[in-house]
């Protein structure tokens, strides 16, 4: 039983490693159907096991599972889709041609990668900075919370995909509208966030700042604001994520740019292999920026 249990540890230690040779391994298998460019495909494989070897050895085994269920998904992919050509072959192209788009369209997806993040970055701070200001002075003065509270409760618990339409036909231009939804998007429920943070503050806390005789303004901005900047960091990867799926959504409705009108555009045409390339890309963009955001919650927050 022993014996078994120790087995069973080192080989799901492996089995990433398994499966990757595996999956190198049938690409040079023939198949039913051709795969176009398979070497673009083989270099994104190995990028990807170099980066499992590091975090491996960095972080253990945390990583190990999650790599395990990647390389058998490109397995089945492979297998199901270039191998027997079972899979349909509109709808699930072999994976070396969706990867080949990564190569193909470069200077396509690095243009709309652009112009997704310059409306991201900017509707995300504007809505960030905003409701930490706005959440602040509301928090701080009960009148006003008690006025706002239930205005900004009702609202922020509304979808801002259901109004990302209604934006988008009344605003001047696509790009403002883009920016006033992910604004909005982040805006009320960050707004709410704050004020809930702001009222649970410890009074032994204000009251010793008053003991004192500290300013309103000096409280607010040195006491107030950073026992909410861990809430408020806190909170930063579901606003991304969250703003990201506004700003594709967006671009998939009346978009000129950006990686939502490249998925858009691509589906248009019935080109899924772009498709697929397409939402692939943004799944990698939103994971790094969520990565960056929990990098700077471990280095800038050590104190919370």
Same mark, same amino acid.
């Given at each position: 039983m022993?014996f078994?249990?120790?087995?069973g540890k ?7 490693? %398994? ?8 690409m ?10 398979p ?12 980066y ?16 395990s269920i990647?390389?058998?998904?490109l ?8 191998i027997?050509?079972?899979?349909? =072959? ?9 990867? =080949? ?10 243009k ?16 960030i900075?905003?409701?930490?200001i ?8 009960? +009148? ?5 509270f ?6 922020s618990?509304i ?13 001047p231009?696509? /790009? ?5 939804v992910?604004?909005?998007? #982040?805006f ?8 809930n ?10 009251q010793?700042s008053?003991?004192?005789?500290i /300013? ?6 040195r006491?107030v604001?950073?026992?909410c900047?861990?809430s408020?960091v806190?909170g930063?990867? %579901?606003?991304?994520s969250?703003?990201?799926?506004i ?5 998939l ?10 998925v858009s +555009? ?6 899924y292999? +772009?498709?697929? =390339?397409?939402?692939i890309?943004?799944?990698?963009? #939103?994971?790094?920026?969520n ?6 919650? /471990? +280095? ?5």
């Open positions: 022993k078994l249990k120790t087995f080192f080989f799901l230690k492996i089995l990433p490693n %398994i499966l990757f040779i595996v999956l190198i391994a049938l040079f298998v023939s198949g039913e159907r051709k795969a176009d460019k070497l673009y495909f083989i270099v994104a494989v190995s990028a990807m096991h170099i499992f070897l590091i975090s491996r050895f960095r972080h253990k085994d945390q990583s190990t599972g999650a790599f990647l390389y058998l998904f397995i089945i992919w492979e297998i199901g889709s270039r027997t050509g079972k899979a349909n =072959a509109i709808l699930m192209p072999p994976p070396e041609n969706v990867f =080949a788009v990564f190569y193909d369209d470069r200077k396509v997806i690095l709309g990668l652009g112009s997704s993040m310059y409306l991201l970055v900017f509707g995300l701070l504007t809505g900075i905003v409701s930490i706005l959440g602040l002075i509301i928090g701080w003065v009960p +009148r006003l919370k008690n006025a706002a239930p205005i900004v409760k009702v609202i618990a979808p801002p995909l259901i109004y990302t339409p209604y934006v988008i036909s009344f605003m231009t696509f /790009k403002s509208a883009s920016i006033f992910i604004f909005l998007g #982040v009320w429920p960050m707004l709410m966030s704050i004020i943070r702001v009222s649970e503050i410890d009074p032994t806390l204000i010793c008053h003991s004192l005789n /300013k309103p303004f000096t409280m607010v901005t006491v604001f950073p026992y900047l861990p408020i806190g930063l990867p %579901i606003g991304i969250m703003s990201f799926m700003l594709t959504f967006a671009e409705l009346g978009g000129d740019s950006g990686l939502g009108f490249f +555009r691509a589906s248009q045409n019935s080109n292999t +772009r498709v697929i =390339a397409g939402i890309i943004i799944g990698i963009v #939103v994971t790094v920026v990565a960056l955001v929990h990098l700077l919650q /471990k +280095r800038i927050l050590r104190w919370a």
